[in-house]
């Protein structure tokens, strides 16, 4: 099993920048790819990037060209950098981590997660 914790949420206003990190303990030698989603009030958990194992990237096209997932693998923490937010952007952000025997692709649907990360929030101001 794998632990998640994400940090490096706050407020910014609109155009800014912000880099949440989600730190990994636990089982760390098994396979998993990894996600980072989103969830506003009233609104369904929504897969914004995704990292296979083997890393293979996927974005969804809200997000595409404005924020780049990545994995620092020395240090066991996944990151999400963002740029020019926006104040749709705003929401809780969590990091999610599944383990399969596959290398080659990853997930954006919250129900093929089993591990998640307690959340952190981003508020973006007009």
């Known amino acids: 099993q794998v632990q998640l914790a994400e940090s490096g949420g706050g407020s910014v206003q609109a155009g800014e920048s912000l880099r949440l990190s989600c730190a990994i303990s636990?089982?760390?030698?098994?396979?998993?790819?990894m996600g980072w989603f989103r969830q506003a009030p009233g609104k369904e958990r929504e897969g914004i990037a995704c990292?296979?194992?083997?890393?293979?990237?996927r974005y969804v096209d809200s997000v595409k060209g404005r924020f780049t997932i990545s994995k620092d693998n020395a240090k066991n923490i996944l990151y999400l950098q963002m740029i020019s937010l926006r104040p749709e952007d705003t929401a809780t952000y969590y990091c999610?981590?599944?383990?399969?025997?596959?290398?080659?692709?990853?997930?954006?649907?919250?129900?093929?997660?089993?591990?998640w990360g307690q959340g952190t929030q981003v508020t973006v101001s007009s």
């Open positions: 999610a981590a599944q383990q399969t025997a596959y290398a080659g692709s990853c997930s954006l649907v919250a129900r093929d997660y089993t591990r």
């Open positions: 636990g089982d760390t030698d098994s396979r998993y790819y």
């Open positions: 990292i296979a194992s083997g890393g293979w990237i």
